[in-house]
């Protein structure tokens, strides 16, 4: 099956402005994203797909190809839409521009995910949460999924609903959280990218469920390793050290 993994790169951001061509390490942090999507198996091709001559500039310095795309897309998902129309690949993965140590393995499952499961549109991946760590956070997503593996809902709210236990029940039901990684059939992409807006996504401020409500199908799989994605300047500076150490 042959696949595409293109990483979204807008240069604006609201909380850490040009932040993708941060370089405190020596490299962009866009290019550690770059470099470690080029590790996978199962992605015969990376291209960036940005908004903004700044980040094509630094593309063209670390050797990456990229695509300019419109700077009216009010997603990355709309993004890559734009770059998969013009490709003739069976999967394109979505990357995160802003997550340095994303697992090359975890691109390969997505792929792998697709390739087992015929039934499903686009695939993405979940972990469990660990001991001590915060259901109820708003700004960490959940996600519910059936015995099949695939997605039921997703959701800021802390779901399933413990109600014997007043709220969360971490004794008797498994959490779990959703990471912002994806992988889709082309033709399901493109069909997505020209559906409007669903109540419940906008409720939740959540895309995936635009893809749910149209009877989309998405594959899950649970994965251990977690990319932090850098949205703040303490979040980078965290990087940096963690990087140095290394």
């Given at each position: 099956m042959s696949s595409v993994a293109v990483i979204p790169a807008r240069y604006a951001s609201t909380r850490f402005p040009g932040k993708l061509l941060a370089q405190k390490t020596g490299k962009y942090l866009l290019e550690h994203v770059y470099e470690r999507v080029c590790l996978s198996r199962r992605v015969e091709k990376v291209l960036i797909a940005t908004d903004d001559e700044r980040i094509g500039k630094a593309c063209d310095e670390f050797g990456a190809p990229w695509?300019?795309?419109?700077?009216?897309?009010?997603?990355?998902?709309?993004?890559?839409?734009?770059?998969?129309?013009?490709?003739?690949?069976?999967?394109?993965?979505?990357?995160?521009?802003?997550?340095?140590?994303?697992?090359?393995?975890?691109?390969?499952?997505?792929?792998?995910?697709?390739?087992?499961?015929?039934?499903?549109?686009?695939?993405?991946?979940?972990?469990?949460?660990?001991?001590?760590?915060?259901?109820?956070?708003?700004?960490?997503?959940?996600?519910?999924?059936?015995?099949s593996g695939h997605a039921l809902y997703f959701s800021r709210w802390p779901i399933p609903f413990g109600r014997d236990a007043g709220g969360v029940d971490s004794g008797s039901v498994i959490y779990r959280k959703h990471l912002g990684i994806y992988a889709y059939r082309r033709e399901a992409l493109l069909k997505l990218s020209r559906m409007v807006p669903t109540p419940l996504e906008l409720a939740e401020k959540l895309e995936q469920l635009r893809a749910l409500e149209n009877g989309l199908i998405i594959a899950t799989k649970d994965v251990v390793h977690e990319a932090v994605g850098i949205d703040t300047p303490e979040q980078y500076a965290e990087f940096v050290e963690r990087y140095q150490k290394k």
């Open positions: 695509r300019m795309t419109s700077p009216a897309h009010p997603s990355g998902t709309d993004r890559i839409a734009e770059v998969a129309a013009e490709i003739d690949a069976e999967v394109i993965v979505n990357v995160q521009g802003d997550e340095p140590d994303i697992d090359p393995k975890n691109i390969d499952t997505l792929v792998e995910l697709l390739e087992t499961d015929e039934q499903a549109d686009m695939a993405t991946l979940t972990a469990v949460f660990g001991p001590g760590e915060d259901v109820s956070n708003p700004n960490v997503v959940k996600a519910v999924v059936a015995g």
